[in-house]
């Protein structure tokens, strides 16, 4: 499972062809999953773009889909 804070990281981790990021996209790298997240940077976070709520969604998405990846078949 890997979080990517920003387009800049899901552009490093992505496969190609390049799947669209966006906040809360999911796409699968090998044996990897990625979620993509908005960047927690001020210009995100003071106009409202990213909020402690959309974090949270993120997170726990994550925290699922890891639960079902350690569960297995």
Do not use: K
């Amino acid at each position: 499972m890997i979080v990517c804070l920003g387009q800049f990281a899901w552009n490093l981790v992505a496969p190609r062809p390049r799947p669209r990021f966006g906040h809360g996209a999911e796409a699968r790298a090998g044996r990897y999953m990625l979620l993509g997240c908005f960047h927690p940077s001020q210009q995100n976070t003071f106009t409202g773009r990213l909020t402690a709520p959309m974090i949270e969604a993120v997170l726990r998405r994550a925290r699922e889909l890891a639960d079902i990846e350690r569960a297995g078949p």
